[in-house]
């Protein structure tokens, strides 16, 4: 039987491939190192401030919409993204006791003063970062990657129309 059009047999994982034999290498390997790679970067240069990654996704997302959200909105939001289904909750807790932010009678978070300044510093430390990460890749090949993966995923997940 032959393979589909468009298609290529898959070679093992290799980290030294030629560009020439890119299209036989699995992308589950390379999409997993890319991701390793980025997140660890990203999360020793917070951890030199005293900040974890989801403390700062917690700090955008209480800041990010129109409403004050809810402690468990914020929980049941975030919790997807995070390496446990305690996590956010822990992390919520670390931001009201170090003061970056409260929670008030109706049980919505806000950030105080001092969590709004660390969730500036953090956006300029990000940015720092994500220039590091897109040196040498225009925001044309960067949208052209995003795409594939996007398409990826929608084909994994049965929604590949």
Do not use: C, F
Request: hydrophobic share 40%.
């Amino acid at each position: 039987m032959r393979p589909p059009i468009g298609t290529t047999d898959q070679a093992p994982a290799d980290p030294t491939a030629t560009d020439d034999m890119l299209a036989t290498q699995p992308i589950g390997y390379w999409s997993g190192l890319a991701h390793s790679a980025v997140t660890r970067h990203l999360r020793d240069s917070m951890a030199r401030i005293d900040v974890t990654q989801p403390q700062y996704w917690v700090l955008n997302r209480v800041n990010g919409g129109p409403a004050a959200p809810s402690r468990e909105e914020v929980v049941s939001q975030m919790t997807p993204l995070a390496d446990g289904p305690h996590e956010i909750a822990r992390v919520v807790d670390q931001l009201i006791h170090r003061g970056w932010l409260s929670i008030d009678a109706g049980q919505l978070l806000r950030l105080t003063d001092a969590g709004e300044a660390a969730r500036v510093r953090l956006r300029e430390l990000v940015t720092g970062l994500r220039a590091v990460v897109h040196d040498g890749i225009s925001d044309e090949e960067y949208v052209a990657a995003l795409k594939v993966l996007r398409r990826m995923v929608a084909n994994v997940e049965g929604d590949g129309n």
